[in-house]
């Protein structure tokens, strides 16, 4: 009797003998580019650094793309929305030291956002580790510690032979839902040292499929056939799951009103009328989800920004389906079922019996009324109009990534992603900078379509050395930079809470001159000709930036 696991592929005779007779003039660091490419690696990301040569040495003798930023949390950033938009591993190549750390803020937004982003460090000579201070430039006591609390999992290879494995490991750990970064790090002399291994073909790095609990999802779907108020909260879960289509039709089935988080944006269609948008930082929101007797959570942990800052109190049965295990109630007494949103929302959909009820959708727009009459009575017509122009610029399956600036906290609740994956911010870390890098790895992954960045002028100078990447790699990428002189929500925090700002005021260069400077067209607009000059820069070929001199203010919040 034969065995599934006594089964052993045997090489074919071209594959013993290219086995046996590896070509010459290779090193470690091609045993690092072989594995990528044999895991399904097309694109990486990084920026080299004296122990990491060896790593980027080999790159010119694979069939990998790299794109080099000029920063490594910009790279970082780049892998982040490479990952979110492809849902494939972002490898992404650094040094040692400051390099490597360089990146953290980055993978914490990519823990944040479940993006799978695959960090190879190097690391100072064998010779050098063990904690002790050997003087390497560098050097670091523990360098895996400074990742260990950010990351989903660290792998080390401290021989060639382990390199393959290692690596294999991370990138399974980085596609296992819920998605996430993780870091392999190897010594200078490992990626050095010239190799005799054979050249690493293909490998199996499959990840494991998180499925929901059958008695669970009995449960589950027995409260909602039974319910008489039941409604739906969609988070990123269901976009990075590619379960869209299964919300729509569960929530169809159930008659059930759906709101997205900020992270979900896309996840349902905006203007269908179960639809309750985003606007999950108004009260009127809140009471709605609050009056619920059941409550789908799907794909969200009803963090800070998704419970309009804690101020969520659910009164009826929550059901909560999460991939991240951590995260099953870990606000709110629920039934918890661990599972990827995709595989929960297709058992929920096979067991729920249909229902009817002809006021939700009178609900929703009863709802989504209270809302806009809250924003009307605040005078934000700018705001609104800056947003919807910038709507109607936007082709609508072209992706957006949103810095953390005013006018990205407006698009969180009031812009229309008209597709699922295609709105992506820093609101799981929330960290200055994300949205021009971020674009271009966007761009990387797909230059046949336009990308839109969005950043105030603070967020702006975290990324203007990258304005040099998009002209060397002529990525279609346009940059809105909205310039009202400062870190302008900041601005406003701190006059709400103490009457005046401080640090927040800011000498800034010419945008517009500063980006022609490096080959890149840019025009100052205004409010009332931004949807044509924003238009005309995306379509466009190659990288462009729009300035928009404007001080937008925030709608007043509900949960103070």
Known sequence: MTHDHDLVLRPTTAQTAAALNPPPGRNGGDLVVETLAGLGATTVFGLPGQHALGMFDALRRSQLEYVGLRVENNAGFAADAYGRLTGEVAPLLLSTGPGALMSLAA??????????????????????????????????????????GV????????????????????WESALTAPHGPVWVEIPQDVLLAQTTLPVVTAMDATPHDVVPRPELTAVAADLLSRASRPAIIAGGGVVRSDASGKLLALAEKLDAPV???????GAFPWEHPLSLQSWLEDRHTTDFLESADVLLVVGSGLGELSSNYHTFAPRGRVIQIEADA????????????????????SALLETVEEREDETAAQTVRTVLGNVRQRIASQDLTLEQQVLASVREALPDDAPSFWDMTILAYWAWSAFDA??????????????????????????????????LAVSGDGGAMYSIAELATARQYDLPVTWLIVDDGGYGILREYMKDAFGEATATE???????????????????????????????????????????????????????
């Open 259 to 265: 709101v997205t988080t900020f992270g979900g944006k």
């Open 107 to 148: 993978l914490q937004e990519s823990a944040a956002a479940s993006a799978p982003v695959l960090a190879i460090g190097s690391q100072i000579p064998s010779a050098g580790l063990g904690g002790g201070r050997h003087g390497y430039l560098h050097e670091l006591r523990d360098q895996q510690a400074s990742f260990r």
């Open 506 to 560: 800011l000498s800034r260069p010419d945008f517009v001159a500063l980006a022609e400077s490096f080959g890149v067209p840019a025009v100052r607009t205004t409010p009332e000709s931004l949807t044509e000059d924003l238009g005309k820069a995306l379509t466009e070929p190659g990288p462009s930036v729009v300035v928009l001199p404007a001080v937008l203010r925030m709608f007043a919040p509900t949960h103070a």
């Open 418 to 451: 008209r597709h699922p994956n295609t709105m992506h911010s820093a609101q799981g870390a929330g960290g200055l900078g994300y949205g021009y890098p971020a674009a271009l790895g966007a761009a990387a992954a797909d230059r046949s379509r336009p990308v």
């Open 326 to 345: 951590g995260k099953l109630e870990s606000n709110h007494p629920a039934l918890g079922i661990h599972a990827d949103a995709r595989l929960a929302l």
């Open 151 to 170: 990351v989903k999992s660290v792998h080390t290879a401290r021989t060639q032979s382990q390199i393959p494995s290692a690596i294999a490991a991370a």
